[in-house]
């Protein structure tokens, strides 16, 4: 089983859009609402310095946001790193 982490606020278009395409993958994932400025700020630190949301990580690695795991899907290097 794999360890996914979304960080994301409320009302986050992309942030809908990476959470639709990980339930159609059938994985499970935690989410942590970064509306809090706290939680923002380590989100930005383990990002690499990206503020923007979602910000994605799969067992640790960081994949980026919305575009990039769609982009990973793409390309057919989805599924192998959820497997």
């Known amino acids: 089983m794999h360890t996914i982490e979304i960080y994301t606020t409320p009302y ?32 930005t630190k383990r990002a690499g310095g990206s503020r923007t949301v979602p910000q994605i990580f799969i067992d640790g690695r960081h994949i980026g946001g919305c575009d990039d795991l769609h982009d990973l899907d793409r390309n057919g290097e989805l599924d192998p790193l959820l497997a």
């Open 12 to 43: 986050c278009p992309y942030c809908v859009r990476a959470k639709a395409l990980l339930e159609k993958k059938g994985v499970d994932y935690t989410e942590t609402d970064v509306s809090d400025g706290d939680l923002r700020a380590a989100m």
